[in-house]
Structure formats: C-alpha cells, structure tokens
C-alpha cells in the first residue's frame, strides 16, 4: 500500500539532484527490476505521489505536454539499454514543459 516513486529532495541526500542519476544507480543495483518499472517510477509514479498525475505524468490527450528528450546514444538498439547505458549530459537534453521548449541551465536536472 506505500507509493514509490524515485526523485530528488535536497542536496543533503544527492549531490547533483538529478532523477537520471537517480535511476540509474538504482538500476544498476536492482537489475532484477524491469526498465519499463524503472522508467514508470520518475514519470508517472512521481506525478502520483505529488497529486498531479491527472495533469502530468505521460503523455496522453487532455495532459500538459511535459517532456524530455535525450539524445540517443551511436550503435544501440535495445532501448531500454539506450535509456540506462549512461547519463546523459545537459547539452544532450531537451525539455518540454506545458507545451514549450524552456532551456536548460547548469542548475536544470531533466
């Protein structure tokens, strides 16, 4: 009966309070997890938990077109490896947030 969600809190537990960083050390801890439940657990698990999974969360009809996109590693085919193989760097992220393209800073965790 306890939601789990992964995310970040503050800097006192996480060095860089980014939820990819988050995921993956988890990941690679816990292969035994499938990625879908991995990918599920920062995306609508953490909409859930904050209550505003009826306006975020996944991308379905009626919801805030919030995103990221990541730029897709050379010579992977499983997506799922893609996903997980490394973290991503800011330059190779984008965001989406209620339907527009917001930059990236140093500070963004995307």
Do not use: H
């Amino acid at each position: 009966g306890v939601r789990v969600a992964i995310a970040t809190d503050s800097l006192a537990s996480n060095p860089d309070l980014d939820p990819f960083a988050e995921v993956m050390f988890a990941y690679r801890r816990f292969p035994e997890i499938r990625p879908a439940e991995w990918l599920r657990l920062i995306t609508l698990s953490g909409a859930e938990a904050l209550g505003c999974d009826q306006q975020t969360g996944n991308l379905q009809v009626g919801k805030s077109a919030d995103l990221c996109v990541i730029d897709w590693p050379r010579g992977l085919d499983d997506p799922w490896q893609g996903l997980f193989a490394r973290l991503p760097t800011l330059a190779e992220r984008r965001r989406m947030y209620r339907g527009r393209w917001t930059p990236l800073s140093s500070r963004d965790t995307i």
